[in-house]
C-alpha cells in the first residue's frame, strides 16, 4: 500500500483518508473467544481501536468505546459492533480528566454489570522540529492522554475486575526506536510499557493479565493529523516491510491478550511493527 501526501487537522477522521484503512470489516471471523465479555476500548473510534472493537464484538463481548469528539467515526464503529449482535456505548470526554476516565469504567458497570477487559488504547503525537518550540500544553496534553489516563482507568476499573480478567495497552515500536522529532509521545510510549511490566506483577496474584502492544507504523487518523505531508506520503517505507500496517493487522493481536487463549502471559510488550526489532 501506498498513500499520497496529505494532512488534517488534529485528531483526525476516517472520512478524510486516503486510501481508506481496513479494519478488518470485511475480513475479521470470530470464533467464540470472549463470548459474554464487556470490554472498555479508548480511542475506539477509528483506527487500532476500531479494529479491535470490530474484532471483541465478532468474538463475543459488549463494548463501551470512548473516544474524544470524533462523533461520525464513533458511530460508524458503534454500527460495525452492533451488526455483529453485540451491544455498543458510545462515551465522548477527554481520558485526561481523571473524572471522566472514572465515569468511563462506571458506564461499563452501569449498562452491562461488569467489566473483563480494559483496552487503553487512546493516545496523541505531534511532529516538532525542537523541543523549544514544543508547547508547554501539548507536552501536558500528551502525557495526559498517552500515560496519564491508564493510570486512571485502571485505578478505576480494578476494583471491578475478577480473575480472569485482561488489560491491554497500546504502546508503540518507538518505546524502544525514539525517533527524535516524537520526543513527547517517545517518552508516554516508553511509560506505558514500564507501567505495564510493573503492574502485571503487582496484580498477578489477582488473576487478573496485563500485556501491552507495541505497534510500529499503523495507517490510522493519527498519521495524518500529525505529520507533515511529505512524511505521511512516505510513511511506513522506513520498516523491513516496506509499507505501513493495517489497523486489522494489529487487532488480532488484541484478541489473543485478551482471551484465555494468554492464561499464562502478562507483563509483556508484544511488538507488531513490520520486521523493526523491538528489544
Known sequence: MSQPPQQQTPPGVETEMSPKPDHGEESYKGCNKLTGKVAVITGGDSGIGRAVAIAYAREGADLVISYLNEHEDAKETQSWVEKAGRKCVLVPGDVGDPAHCRAIIQKAIDEFGRLDILVNNAAFQMTRDSLEETPDEEWIHTFNTNIHSQFFLCKAALP???????????????????????????????????????????????????????????????????????????????????????????????????????SYVTGARYAVTGGTPVL
Open 160 to 262: 471491578h475486575m475478577k480473575a480472569g480478567s485482561a488489560i491491554v495497552n497500546t504502546t508503540s515500536v518507538n518505546s524502544d526506536k525514539a525517533p527524535p522529532k516524537l520526543i513527547a509521545y517517545s517518552a508516554t510510549k516508553a511509560a506505558i510499557a514500564n507501567f505495564t511490566a510493573s503492574l502485571g506483577q503487582l496484580i498477578a496474584e489477582k488473576g487478573i493479565r496485563v500485556n501491552c502492544v507495541a505497534p510500529g507504523p499503523i495507517w490510522t487518523p493519527l498519521i495524518p493529523a500529525t505529520m507533515p505531508p511529505e512524511q505521511v506520503g512516505k510513511f511506513g517505507q522506513e520498516v523491513p516491510m516496506k509499507r505501513p500496517g493495517q489497523p486489522k493487522e494489529v487487532a488480532t493481536l488484541f484478541v489473543f491478550l485478551a482471551s484465555d487463549d494468554s
